[in-house]
């Protein structure tokens, strides 16, 4: 009898998880929710990693004087590929005008996964490798897709946790840009 019970408890509250979890992973994009990071305000970590498209590799350091937006991704992660598109217009218009680029962090992919995801869905910025996760550990990222935005002097400005718009950053970094004077 016990055990007829805890299946009737149990089934239920399996299908409740079940459920929530689906939802998450198919969540749309809901658009920079800026976040509270105890990195705010503070000198960015470093980043250094080799580059997955293309030779050599990435350094934040050399990258100082300008404003750049760090975004923690996976090509599995359905709220990053739904972010791509608005990553890649932010990108492409602020590259033109030369005062943001972007970095790709990418969490737990394939090599080949994340060469032919830039394929199919553009996007013309560094992409690093962070195979142990140390990059993602030390921002502090607790799931994909989060983004940092990394001001001129390499302080982090803000936290974006979740799939972004490029309005939205646009938005931010103006802002920013305001304070930053």
């Not at 217009?89 to 970095?103: K, L, P, Q, T």
Request: glycine share 10%.
């Amino acid at each position: 009898m016990k055990g007829r019970v805890a299946q009737w408890v149990a089934v239920p509250v399996l299908v409740v998880m079940i459920g929530f979890l689906v939802v998450l992973a198919t969540s749309d994009v809901a658009g920079n929710d800026e976040d509270d990071s105890p990195l705010e305000g503070r000198q960015a970590p470093s980043i250094t990693g080799e580059l997955l498209r293309g030779d050599g590799s990435f350094v934040l350091a050399d990258h100082e004087g300008e404003w750049v937006l760090v975004n923690f991704f996976a090509t599995w992660c359905t709220p990053c590929v739904q972010e791509h598109p608005e990553l890649v217009n932010f990108a492409e218009r602020h590259e033109a005008a030369g005062d943001a680029s972007v970095v790709s962090v990418v969490y737990d992919a394939d090599e080949d996964n994340v060469r032919d995801f830039f394929e199919d869905n553009g996007g013309d910025w560094p992409v690093i490798d962070d195979p142990e996760g140390r990059i993602a550990l030390s921002y502090g990222v607790s799931g994909v897709p989060e983004s940092y935005l990394i001001a001129p002097n390499g302080v982090v400005v803000e936290k974006i946790t979740g799939g972004v718009t490029a309005s939205g950053l646009d938005g931010l970094l103006a802002r920013a840009k305001e304070a930053y004077r």
